[in-house]
C-alpha cells in the first residue's frame, strides 16, 4: 500500500507473541493482551518510520536496523529466555472448549472471526479521508505532496497500522500454540510475500475489501500446500525449499497465464480463419451458381443480385472485422446456417 520495503515484521511478530504471553504468565486476562500487543508491534513501526524519514535511512536498511534490534527486545520482554510456554494458562480459545472440541476446527473459527472483524475494520479505515491519503502516498507520493498532505507522517501511520497487526499476528499464534519463542518471526516476510501474491494471482482483485479477501485465501492456500508437502513425507527442514518455490510460482504464474492464453488466443484465430475461409467458398460458389443460372437464361456477366452476393462477401469477411470475428468466433445465425460457421462459445 505504502510501496514501503518493510521488513520490521521480522521483529514486531515475536514482538507481539512475546509480550502476551509474558503478560498471560503473570496473570492478565488473554484478551487484554492483544491491544498490547497491537500497541508493542505499532511502536516497533514508528521506530522504522522515523529512522526513514527523520534520519534519511533507507527504508530497507531501517526495517533491518530495527528487526535486529527487536531480537535483544523480545529476549529482554521474556525474562532473558527464548521460550516461555503457556500451558498453565488460559488463551483467546479457552472460553470456546465446550462449544468446539477439536481444538483445530475452534481456533480456525475464532481466528476467522477475529480476520473478518480486523478486514472490515481495515476497510473502513482505508475509505476514510486518512486512508485515501495513506493509499495515495503509495501511489504518487509527489503528488501526495504537492496537495499538502504530510507523506511522512502518512507513512508513519502506515508502518504503525501494519506492524501494529503483524503483532496481533504474534500474539494470536503465541496463544494457539501455547508458546511464544524469539526466534519465530523467521520467514514471516516470505509467507506474507507469498500469501499476498498467490491471492492476487487467484483471485485478480479490484477494490479494497477484495485485496483483504484475496490476502487472507493467499495465506490459507501457502499453509495448505505447507501442509500437503509434510503429508507427502517431506521433513521440516524442507520447508524453506517448498516455501521458495511456492513464490517462484506464484511470481511466474501470471506470465505463464499470459503465454497460455496469447496461445488460445491464436489458435482461436485460426479457426476462425478457416471458418471464414469456409464462408468465402460457399459464397463463391453461390455467385458462380448464380451467375450460371443468369448466363443460361441469355444474360451476359453476373446479375445485380450477383453483385449484391460479391458485395455482401466483402462487407462480411473483410479488413478489421474479418480479425476480430476470427478471435472472438461470433456469427449471425443468418452466418452459421449460409456458411456452417461456429457458433460463439
Known sequence: MLAFPDLTVDGSFPLGAAV?????????????TLPIAILAGALAGVVTALLSSRFGINGLLAGIL???????????????????????????????????????????????????????????LLHTDVGLALRATGDNEKMVRAQGVDADRMRLAGLALSNGIVGLSGALVAQYQAFADVGMGLGVIVAGLASVIIGETLLRPRGVLAGIVAVAVGAVVYRLVIAVALYAGLGPTDMRLVTSVIVIIALAAPRLRGAIGLRGVAARARRGWLACDRAGRHLGHLQQRHGQRRSGAGQDGPSPRGRRVRDRRRVEWGGKSTLLNAIARRCSAGQRARVNCPAAT
Do not use: Q
Not at 502476551?20 to 487484554?32: E, H, K
Not at 521460550?83 to 472448549?97: K, M, Q
Open 20 to 32: 502476551s504471553a509474558i503478560l498471560i504468565v503473570r496473570g492478565w486476562d488473554p484478551w487484554l
Open 66 to 124: 530495527v528487526s535486529i534490534g527487536l531480537w535483544t527486545i523480545n529476549l529482554r520482554v521474556m525474562g532473558d529466555r527464548a521460550n516461555v510456554p503457556l500451558i498453565a494458562g488460559d488463551t483467546v480459545l479457552t472460553p470456546f472448549r465446550t462449544l468446539i472440541a477439536d481444538p483445530n476446527l475452534r481456533a480456525a473459527a475464532v481466528f476467522m472471526v477475529l480476520i473478518s472483524l480486523v478486514g472490515l475494520g481495515l476497510n473502513w
